[in-house]
């Protein structure tokens, strides 16, 4: 028998639900004055003061009806993450929409979605002539929902302890780098600033040593840190990371999208001194593996078809892709229209393959995930192992990740089901793209980036694209980032608040 | 005959060069040449849209984009050949309309392979300008409103918190 939810679900749902837009609203004061003061933008300064203070009514409205003081369970928390994630995504977008360089609400919605989730697919129009204002939000959007929207207010706004874990865990996190979810979150945020100043100051340098003037460059480094250390990949110009011609640019740039795609687990090691960890961890070997088998299947690809005549330009193209795939971030140093006539089936296979795969689990990064990827491999280890052996024989199989763990079958099935959950998604996007005519190949690329929160485009995801795609694109940004269980939740919720007694 | 002759092929010399003439002045959008990008690959190629972002100075040479109302194509050029270029497009400003006449590059061998115009000519076909957008009084309204509301609704909160 299905129980249906009690008033005081719904009431502590609304409440957390109430905090969380609170502090979405908060983050719009940043562009706002930044607007204001630094760009000297009235307008679309005026577009965030409007939209904050309509996030922060919804919300210090539903925190005030749903005023209660119980602790937040496993069920009603992952409620809160599916529904705050939509939220997020409606009340950002409505300075994206105030800005006109939107066709529609819809457009500015799976905009902010694509942000949210690190995709970084647009479909924002005349980029080039966008505020900075807006172009700033554009990107703020990838650094607060990679690093998490419950994140936010786990850190700064909700109490508790049972509460805060279980939001912690509702999105698509599971491991806590310090016992206390609180110190995880802050130090989760620690870790993002640290490398946000580091990453500004860089990409800032080598622009102006490309040319840019000084407040372009650092207003391009910032822009390009927080896509590219959130595995998002959006860009302040139409024309992507192309648009620096520089290979050092582009270096820097593998580098932060590489150690963004790196489990906060493993930063939160490096920072306290363990570098060994890098090198026996299961997720960096699978990563360094993947990695190698998809370049090889990539640059075959490229040279079976002649793509690139010089064997240098071959390996700069290919492997930024390849780089910009594997960790889901979807920078681009080539046209989409390059990826459908030039790049051929088997070079599109291997990127393809690499974004169904993704980077680490804890990141910034979508995909499958490593630590999965890696998981599923030692179980079939142990699985052939067991058929080669005498029935008799017990075969363990361990993996090193931060600790030293035996594979049981009940982590393998957990794995699976995700992983499952993620090929469903990848071919439901593939299945309406297909329904509406796109070609196969074509849709599954695209269907993967999205649901994959990758961001690499072969040119489908355009503003005249049917608005039923566009809605299946961001369902997949959602669900692909919340790893399905907080939208499955959310389903079920809705089902035991119908059909419950 | 022989005059015959001479003004046939007087006639055909002129058809040849007017065509030719119209050819070379035939504008390539970017959807032309990202999509026929093998086709035009070494070719000479007419190309006029915006100049927009930022222009990079590299040694005796500048990278700078214009785009034709669909997306940006790098345009490598001499530094002399942007002297007449004033304005840069981006929010605050509306960017001199150039046209373009260099070789396409759809994987230039001196820029890592990137796509890209070596621009031979540039020719200013319409200034830029400022483009001048007053506040609106109606955001300014609705967003101090708005606030108000907030901080009124945020005091009574605390207020029955309190009580």
Not at chain 1, 318 to 323: A, D, E, L, M, P
Request: hydrophobic content about 50%.
């Amino acid at each position: 028998m299905i129980l249906k939810p009690q008033a005081n679900d719904i009431k502590n749902i609304g409440y957390y639900l109430g905090r969380i837009i609170i502090g979405i609203g908060l983050t719009m004061f940043l562009p706002f004055i930044a607007g204001l003061v630094l760009f000297s933008e009235p307008n679309p300064a005026l577009d965030f003061l409007i939209s904050a203070n309509i996030a922060i009514f919804i919300g210090l409205a539903l925190s005030w009806l749903c005023k209660t003081d119980k602790e937040l369970h496993t069920g009603p928390a992952m409620v809160v993450i599916a529904l705050s994630w939509l939220a997020a995504m409606a009340l950002s977008a409505i300075p994206l929409f105030l800005s006109g360089h939107y066709k529609s609400f819809l457009d500015a919605c799976f905009e902010t979605m694509s942000g949210f989730t690190t995709t970084g697919l647009t479909l924002v129009q005349d980029l080039d002539h966008l505020a900075r204002t807006h172009n700033l939000w554009r990107h703020l959007g990838p650094f607060i929902g990679g690093q998490g929207i419950a994140i936010i207010a786990i850190s700064f706004l909700v109490g508790g302890t049972n509460g805060s874990l279980n939001l912690y865990l509702g999105e698509g996190r599971d491991e806590k780098l310090v016992p206390n979810v609180i110190h995880t979150a802050r130090f989760i945020w620690a870790i993002s600033i640290a490398y946000l100043i580091l990453g500004t100051i860089v990409l800032g340098l080598v622009g102006m040593s490309i040319g840019l003037k000084p407040h372009s460059a650092f207003f391009h480094a910032v822009c390009i840190f927080m896509a590219g250390f959130d595995t998002a990949g959006f860009a302040p110009q139409s024309i992507n990371i192309l648009y620096y011609h520089s290979l050092m640019f582009e270096i820097v740039t593998i580098f932060f999208m590489v150690i963004g795609s790196f489990n906060f687990n493993l930063h939160y090691q490096i920072w306290t001194g363990n570098f060994k960890e890098i090198w026996k961890n299961i997720e960096m070997r699978t990563l360094l593996f993947i990695t190698m088998i998809v370049t090889l299947i990539t640059m075959a690809g490229l040279r079976q078809w002649g793509v690139y005549s010089d064997g240098m330009i071959l390996f700069r193209k290919g492997f930024f892709q390849i780089i910009s795939g594997q960790t889901t971030t979807g920078y681009m140093t080539i046209y989409a229209q390059q990826f459908l006539k030039e790049w051929g089936d088997l070079a599109l296979t291997g990127i393809i393959i690499a974004m169904v795969l993704g980077g680490c689990a804890c990141s910034t990064a979508g995909g499958i995930k490593m630590l999965r990827v890696g998981i599923i491999y030692k179980a079939f280890r142990q699985d052939i192992k067991k058929m080669m052996l005498s029935p008799s024989a017990v075969i363990v199989q361990r993996f090193h990740h931060i600790r030293t763990m035996f594979i049981d079958d009940k982590q393998v099935r957990a794995v699976l089901i995700v992983t499952l959950g993620y090929f469903f998604l990848y071919g439901l996007g593939t299945l309406v793209g297909v329904g509406l005519g796109y070609p196969f190949l074509n849709a599954l690329f695209e269907s993967t980036s999205a649901a994959g929160n990758v961001g690499l485009s072969c040119g489908i995801t355009d503003a005249s694209m049917p608005a039923i795609l566009k809605m299946t694109y961001i369902i997949e940004m959602w669900a692909g980032r919340l790893e399905l269980m907080s939208v499955f939740a959310l389903i079920g919720f809705f089902v035991a608040f119908v059909k419950g007694r | 005959m022989k005059v015959k002759s001479f003004f046939f092929f007087v006639m055909l010399c002129l058809v040849l060069i007017i065509s030719s003439s119209n050819c070379y002045a035939q504008i390539s959008t970017s959807s032309d040449l990202l999509n026929g990008t093998k086709q035009y690959d070494g070719k000479t190629v007419n190309y006029k849209g915006e100049v927009i972002g930022d222009v990079m100075i590299r040694g005796d040479h500048v990278w700078l984009h214009v785009n034709d109302g669909t997306i940006a194509i790098g345009i490598w050029a001499p530094k002399i050949m942007i002297q007449d270029i004033l304005y840069i497009g981006d929010y605050h400003k509306k960017g001199d309309i150039v046209e373009v006449s260099g070789t396409f590059h759809r994987s230039c061998p001196e820029h890592g392979g990137d796509l890209d115009i070596h621009a031979s000519e540039i020719k200013k076909i319409t200034s830029g300008s400022t483009v001048i957008r007053p506040i609106s009084r109606k955001k300014v309204y609705i967003g101090v409103y708005s606030l108000m509301l907030v901080l009124i609704f945020y005091a009574l909160k605390r207020f029955f918190k309190n009580r």
